[in-house]
């Protein structure tokens, strides 16, 4: 097995299993989602950061978490929610655990291969991943910052 996130798969909102192998070559943001928190807002900004960039590459991939409280009832609604309420367009997946026992494997690899680690245990919604081209975590962004902020890194990426 590869020490990259492309030995994991992911299940998209509509239960269809890929591997984040198919995009291999391909900067991504991946972050923990819920449409009910206060920094739901940042769905926009992440929207934008995959429109102005997706034709270089960059992916975005939400995966929504009711660990924190603050997501609907299942997947299909809170990507419905995203599409509706912030025009999202990117993959959405199903709801996932990103602390404890039960914690995704694809979030237990990007808290413990973030370079700049806040701490193991993610602290609320919206965490960001920046993952380089060949599958490793370059930087984990703190739910207070804002996509906006991610543009240098994302542009050093692309460059």
Not at 14 to 32: H, K, R
Not at 42 to 61: K, R
Request: hydrophobic share 40%; net charge negative; proline share 5%.
């Amino acid at each position: 097995m590869t020490d990259n996130i492309y030995q994991f798969n992911a299940v998209k909102e509509d239960g269809e299993m890929y591997s984040l192998g198919d995009f291999a070559g391909q900067p991504m943001i991946i972050v923990n989602t819920a449409t009910k928190c206060g920094y739901a807002p940042q769905f926009e900004a992440l929207e934008a950061l995959y429109q102005t960039y997706q034709a270089q590459g960059l992916v975005v991939l939400g995966f929504p978490s009711n660990q924190f409280k603050q997501e609907l009832g299942s997947a299909e609604e809170a990507a419905a929610a995203c599409r509706l309420t912030y025009g999202v367009s990117f993959p959405m997946h199903q709801l996932i655990a990103v602390n404890g026992q039960q914690t995704a494997p694809l979030f237990a690899y990007l808290k413990n291969h973030a370079k700049n680690v806040l701490g193991q245990r993610i602290k609320w919604n919206f965490t960001k991943f920046l993952v380089d081209q060949e599958g490793h975590v370059v930087k984990r962004f703190s739910p207070a910052t804002s996509p906006e902020a991610m543009i240098p890194e994302i542009e050093k990426l692309l460059a």
